[in-house]
């Protein structure tokens, strides 16, 4: 079993950045594909980003791409999003998500992740 664990969110300006960590451990295989949802109030868990194992392979959503990176360590099992000039309407939960597989093809899909954290919240005030 692998368990994710988020952390680095917070309440912050419209404007500012933050950076949030997720650390994998436990059972953790050998690749590993992970991403980055979120889940404002009222609405469904929406994809930001995806990184292959290598980290060769990044995807994003349209709303974060410019202001987003999303990266990992692999030595320290740990992934991470950079999230630069927040909006309001960023304001969520953000879930890191881990899936056995090498590549990111489909990985901006939620049903097709294994292990999920249990969030860390994200609150940007005007």
């Known amino acids: 079993q692998v368990q994710l664990a988020e952390s680095g969110g917070g309440l912050v300006q419209a404007g500012d950045s933050l950076r949030l960590s997720c650390v994998a451990s436990g059972r953790t295989p050998a690749s590993y594909a992970m991403g980055w949802f979120r889940q404002a109030p009222g609405k469904e868990r929406e994809f930001v980003a995806a990184?292959?194992?290598?980290?060769?392979?990044?995807m994003y959503a349209d709303p974060v791409k410019g202001r987003f990176t999303v990266s990992r360590e692999n030595a320290k099992n740990t992934l991470y999003l950079q999230m630069n000039s927040l909006k309001i309407e960023d304001s969520a939960v953000y879930y890191c998500?881990?899936?056995?597989?090498?590549?990111?093809?489909?990985?901006?899909?939620?049903?097709?992740?294994?292990?999920w954290g249990q969030g860390t919240q994200v609150a940007v005030s005007s």
């Open positions: 998500a881990a899936k056995p597989t090498y590549n990111i093809m489909n990985m901006n899909s939620r049903d097709n992740y294994d292990y």
């Open positions: 990184i292959s194992q290598s980290s060769s392979g990044k």
